[in-house]
């Protein structure tokens, strides 16, 4: 990471680098806490000594790493691994040509059933075990999102009797995680997991015809909703 990227980081972000040495040899000081926080909004990869691999091929394949059910194109995959669609897709190729990435065809419901392609790691590759370790020390970006205010189109058909007012997340949170938890959708559950607070799911396991799988799914989610201190504590909506 170049210093000149760090400092225009810490520019934006209204953080204050301390300098040392005289004025011809300063050198720029970054404290832990500020380490922290530009590792978090940059990245972080190690050193590549052979130099064969770029940093954002490194991030590209972190990120594929960290999605298991794969990702369903070169923009998704840009917006976890934090770097430009055309440089996803430069690396994409590249990496798919040595057999790091794989495409694979699977039929989706995303709103609608559709076959799509999807990028997985190719795990079995003798590059992928030398590499794996590498990948498992990098930190991608944190990139911060607009908060959601409805269920997304590519979970609607888990929603499909469901009037468009009982989408929202404002007002029908406890609904939505009652309607995931019935449905054992894993997308749809990994995605209330990320987006409901914890009332809502404190709700749902306390709803009337859940079976005890369900309920101890529910109070889980919910558990690890109050262990994150970013979410807000909302009255559930039913």
């Avoid at 990471?1 to 209204?14: K, Q, W």
């Avoid at 065809?105 to 059933?113: C, D, H, I, N």
């Avoid at 590059?127 to 908060?147: F, G, N, Y």
Wanted: hydrophobic share 40%.
């Amino acid at each position: 990471m170049s210093v000149d990227r760090v400092r225009r980081t810490a520019a934006e972000l209204g953080m204050r680098l301390a300098r040392a040495g005289s004025a011809r040899n300063a050198t720029t000081v970054v404290r832990p806490q500020q380490r922290a926080v530009l590792r978090s909004t940059i990245g972080a990869v190690p050193t590549d000594r052979a130099a064969r691999w770029s940093r954002a091929d490194v991030q590209v394949l972190a990120a594929l790493a960290r999605a298991p059910r794969g990702l369903v194109s070169a923009r998704a995959l840009a917006r976890r691994a934090g770097v430009s669609p055309a440089t996803a897709l430069k690396s994409l190729s590249m990496l798919t040509q040595c057999g790091l990435v794989q495409q694979e065809p699977e039929r989706l419901a995303l709103g609608r059933v559709r076959d799509t392609a999807i990028y997985r790691i190719g795990r079995s590759t003798s590059l992928w075990k030398t590499l794996a370790p590498r990948i498992s020390r990098t930190q991608l970006p944190v990139r911060p999102s607009a908060p959601l205010r409805r269920v997304p189109n590519e979970l609607l058909h888990l929603f499909w009797n469901t009037h468009w007012n009982q989408l929202r997340l404002d007002s029908s949170s406890a609904y939505i995680a009652r309607r995931l938890v019935t449905s054992g959708d894993l997308d749809g559950l990994a995605w209330g997991a990320a987006h409901l607070d914890e009332a809502a799911w404190r709700h749902a396991a306390q709803t009337r015809g859940i079976n005890a799988r369900r309920r101890r799914l529910a109070e889980n989610i919910a558990q690890e909703c109050a262990r994150d201190p970013r979410r807000p504590s909302r009255v559930p909506s039913r």
